[in-house]
């Protein structure tokens, strides 16, 4: 499979704990995205990287979130202290160099109780 | 006012229907327009990209009025599988400033 995995792709967790989701994006892709969605709503955008480099954040992005992308490959979304509000379904997402046709990952479901 | 709009539905179409959906953006300076088809519990999955001079592939026809910033979707002969919820997708400029809308979810009955 040539595509974006994620990593679990279900988990539920305490409030308070912390969680980590993993992203391998598509190979050729040097562009990396995190969007978290909620029930009736869209993905809503939280961060990006080109390689390596966190270029842009979400202020949804609170400090409680974290991503890393440290080889320019897969990347890591953790959520230390996890709320109820957290609960969504985190997707990973991948683009070309042209940027445009964005590639999602299956997601993975964080549900807080 | 959202960066992205559009009517939630949900549509309910029988068999063979023809049905549209419209998309409003506010940002007048929006680069490229796509429509995202996302099945239950999946992620979603680029339908088609949006040009000006309209563009259809099979049953789905998309259009993009730049003057109006709204963006339409039609789809004759529904199916019952194109049940699901459609995203309508805005980028103003590189990949991370891509807005999604809320989407309109559709219902195909035999």
């Known amino acids: 499979d040539t595509g974006v995995s994620q990593d679990p792709r279900h988990k539920i967790t305490k409030r308070g704990q912390n969680v980590t989701f993993r992203c391998d994006p598509i190979?050729?892709?040097?562009?990396l995205y995190w969007y978290r969605q909620t029930l009736g709503q869209g993905p809503e955008f939280l961060t990006y990287f080109q390689n390596e480099a966190q270029l842009e954040k979400s202020r949804l992005l609170s400090d409680r979130f974290s991503a890393e992308r440290p080889k320019g490959s897969f990347s890591t979304l953790e959520i230390q202290r996890t709320e109820q509000g957290d609960s969504a379904m985190y997707l990973c997402?991948?683009?070309?160099?042209?940027?445009?046709?964005?590639?999602f990952g299956e997601g993975s479901w964080l549900t807080v109780v | 006012r959202k960066e992205v709009e559009q009517d939630p539905g949900p549509f309910n179409v029988p068999e063979g229907a023809t049905v549209a959906f419209n998309c409003t953006y506010s940002?007048?300076?929006?680069?490229?327009f796509f429509w995202y088809r996302q099945d239950c519990r999946k992620e979603p999955k680029l339908l088609m990209s949006?040009?000006?001079s309209g563009n259809e592939d099979g049953r789905f026809t998309a259009q993009l009025n730049r003057a109006s910033q709204y963006i339409s979707l039609l789809i004759r002969d529904s199916k019952l599988s194109d049940s699901a919820t459609y995203l309508c997708v805005v980028n103003e400029g590189g990949g991370f400033k891509t807005i999604f809308g809320a989407g309109t979810r559709l219902f195909v009955k035999a």
């Open positions: 997402a991948t683009t070309d160099r042209s940027g445009n046709t964005i590639y």
């Open positions: 949006v040009y000006s």
């Open positions: 940002n007048s300076a929006s680069q490229s």
């Open positions: 190979s050729e892709h040097n562009r």
